[in-house]
C-alpha cells in the first residue's frame, strides 16, 4: 500500500451556495468569495497546481463554517442537499483529487438522519462536519445524540470546526479576536464539551476530527485530571485519556511548537494533515505542508502525519500495481 497525501482541511463554497445562504439571512459570506474556493474551473486549475506543489493527492472538501445550520428545516434540508450533490459532482469528475464531508441540517436531527443515509450510502461522504456549536447549542446537547449514536454505527468521521463566534464571548468578538483567538477557543471548548458528556467514550466508532489541534488541548490534560474532583465530577473518564480517543489536524499557521506539543500530547499517530485552504495560499501554502517535517519530529512521525494516518482514519487506501494486477 503506498503513501496516499490527504488534507482534512479544505474548503470549497459555490457562490451559488453562498448566495442562497445569503439569501436565508447569513450575513457573512463575503470572506469566502473571490478567494480562489469556488468550484470554477480556474478556480479548480489553481487548487490543483497547489497541491501538485506540495504532494498532495486528496482535499476533503467541507463547508465550514458556512454550514447548513439554520432554523427553518426545509431550509436547513435543502441548502445540506446543494452542499452534499455539488460536491459528490466535483468527487464524480475529480475522483483522484476530491473527497467530501457531509454537510448536515443541523438542529434537525431526523433530517440530519436522512441527510446521513443520503450523503454515505447514495453520495459517498467520507464523513460528517459539523461547527463547534449550533445555533446556541453546545455539542453535548443531548439533541444531537441520535446523531452521534448513527456516526457510531457506521464508524464515521465527525468533523469539527469553530462557528465564528469568538465562543460567544464579546470579550473576543468585540475586540478583534473573533477568529485569530475565538476559533482556537471554540475548539477547546468544544471539545471539553464532548470529554466532560463522555461523548467520546460512548460513542467510540465515531471518529472525531477536530480542527487547529485541538485548540489548547495539547497544554492541558494534567490540569483538566487535576480539577476534576472539585470542577466536574461526574466525568466518566479522565480528560488525559479521552483525548487519546480523538483526531486533530496540524492547521497551526505553521508554528512548529504548537505540533510538536500536539505529537508530544497525543502521539503522532493522532494528528492528520490540514491546510486551512483557501485562507492558506500560495507560499504558505506549500508551509503547512513542510513545516511538519521542520518540527522536530523523527522521520517516521512527519510521514505518518503526512501520508498515512489520515487515510487510515478516512478508510482510503491507494493500492500498489502489483496489488491490483
Request: charged share 20%.
Amino acid at each position: 500500500m503506498s503513501p496516499l497525501r490527504i488534507d482534512v482541511h479544505a474548503r470549497l463554497w459555490t457562490a451559488e451556495y453562498l448566495d442562497r445562504l445569503e439569501r436565508l439571512g447569513k450575513a457573512d459570506t463575503g470572506t469566502q468569495r473571490g478567494i480562489g474556493a469556488d468550484a470554477t474551473e480556474a478556480d479548480v486549475d489553481h487548487r490543483f497546481a497547489l497541491m501538485d506543489r506540495a504532494g498532495i493527492d486528496l482535499q476533503v472538501l467541507s463547508v465550514a463554517p458556512q454550514s447548513p445550520h439554520l432554523a427553518g428545516e426545509s431550509d436547513a434540508v435543502a441548502v445540506a442537499r446543494t452542499a452534499n450533490e455539488s460536491y459528490a459532482d466535483l468527487v464524480a469528475r475529480h475522483p483522484g483529487r476530491f473527497r467530501f464531508f457531509a454537510a448536515l441540517p443541523l438542529p434537525h436531527v431526523d433530517a440530519a438522519l436522512r441527510e446521513i443515509a443520503h450523503a454515505f450510502d447514495q453520495l459517498g461522504a467520507v464523513g460528517a462536519g459539523v461547527t463547534t456549536t449550533v445555533l446556541g447549542r453546545t455539542l453535548d446537547d443531548a439533541l444531537f445524540r441520535p446523531v452521534y449514536e448513527e456516526l457510531d454505527r457506521r464508524g464515521a468521521v465527525l468533523c469539527i470546526h469553530p462557528a465564528g463566534e469568538g465562543a460567544g464571548s464579546p470579550l473576543i468578538t468585540e475586540h478583534g479576536m473573533t477568529w485569530m483567538v475565538g476559533a482556537p477557543v471554540e475548539d477547546t471548548v468544544a471539545l471539553m464539551h464532548l470529554i466532560l458528556a463522555g461523548i467520546p467514550a460512548r460513542h467510540p466508532g465515531m471518529r472525531i476530527l477536530a480542527s487547529h489541534l485541538g485548540g489548547a488541548l495539547p497544554l492541558l490534560p494534567r490540569r483538566l485530571d487535576d480539577h476534576l474532583a472539585f470542577e466536574s465530577p461526574g466525568t466518566p473518564e479522565l480528560p488525559s485519556v479521552a483525548v487519546g480517543r480523538l483526531w486533530y489536524d496540524t492547521v497551526s499557521h505553521v508554528h512548529a511548537p504548537a505540533l510538536a506539543a500536539a505529537a508530544a500530547t497525543f502521539g503522532a499517530d493522532r494528528l492528520v494533515l490540514g491546510t486551512d485552504f483557501p485562507y492558506e495560499d500560495g507560499e504558505v501554502f506549500l508551509r503547512t505542508v513542510d513545516y511538519i517535517s521542520d518540527a522536530g519530529l523523527t522521520r517516521e512521525e512527519a510521514a505518518m502525519i503526512l501520508d498515512t494516518n489520515a487515510a487510515g482514519l478516512l478508510g482510503l487506501v491507494r493500492r500498489d500495481p502489483e496489488e491490483t494486477a
